[in-house]
T-cell receptor, first 114, second 111 residues
């Protein structure tokens, strides 16, 4: 158990819909990352937040948005869903210090778009 | 911007030492190198991290040559449970912070 929690575990929805994925980081971690992993594919970095502020942005679509709240939990919003958005979405957290950045991953949310 | 390249797949046998190399030709001086292990339908798990030379922990060693253009993850005496996908990650702490993940190496351990 990494200490990172993600809800829901599974999500099934239809094209065109909007969903929200939630992540609670490990206690003490200020940084949260979101990743997308399609079937049998590598990890695609989406976005990183540090203490409520956006720190880095990867290949995140404009239909997707995220935020980190004052209590440090984060939400990833996916809108106008397409079939190709079906994937595992992972959240990770870290302390993100100047010398090290070990990410601890949650169990993931499996999104299925029908 | 750094870019990583690693082999798509590797096979080995139980009890052998396995070395997986990741190339990162354009790594910046402030980049760190991290390796993760992932089992199917699970989140990646941290294995080891380093900046240069050699780092060793209880599960693996990481070798980084002086030019830092590559790194090698070494798994001593692998077992069937080491069958997984292994990712290298380069973090660029420059002005435009980026996370550069390799495509992953699928390691299959045979009895």
């Amino acid at each position: 158990d990494s200490g990172v929690t993600q809800t829901p575990k599974h999500l099934i929805t239809a094209t065109g819909q909007r969903v929200t994925l939630r992540c609670s980081p490990r206690s003490g971690d200020l940084s949260v990352y979101w990743y997308q992993q399609s079937l049998d594919q590598g990890l695609q970095f989406l976005i990183q937040y540090y203490n409520g502020e956006e720190r880095a942005k990867g290949n995140i679509l404009e239909r997707f948005s995220a935020q980190q709240f004052p209590d440090l939990h984060s939400e990833l919003n996916l809108s106008s869903l397409e079939l190709g958005d079906s994937a595992l979405y992972f959240c990770a957290s870290s302390t993100w210090t100047a010398s090290t950045d070990t990410q601890y991953f949650g169990p993931g949310t499996r999104l299925t778009v029908l | 911007l750094a870019k990583t390249t690693q082999p798509i797949s590797m096979d080995s046998y139980e009890g052998q030492e396995v070395n997986i190399t990741c190339s990162h030709n354009n790594i910046a001086t402030n980049d760190y190198i991290t390796w993760y292990q992932q089992f199917p339908s699970q989140g990646p798990r941290f294995i080891i991290q380093g900046y240069k030379t050699k780092v060793t922990n209880e599960v693996a060693s990481l070798f980084i040559p002086a030019d830092r253009k590559s790194s090698t993850l070494s798994l001593p005496r692998v077992s069937l449970s080491d069958t997984a996908v292994y990712y290298c990650l380069v973090g660029d702490r420059g002005s435009n912070y980026q996370l550069i993940w390799g495509a992953g190496t699928k390691l299959i351990i045979k009895p």
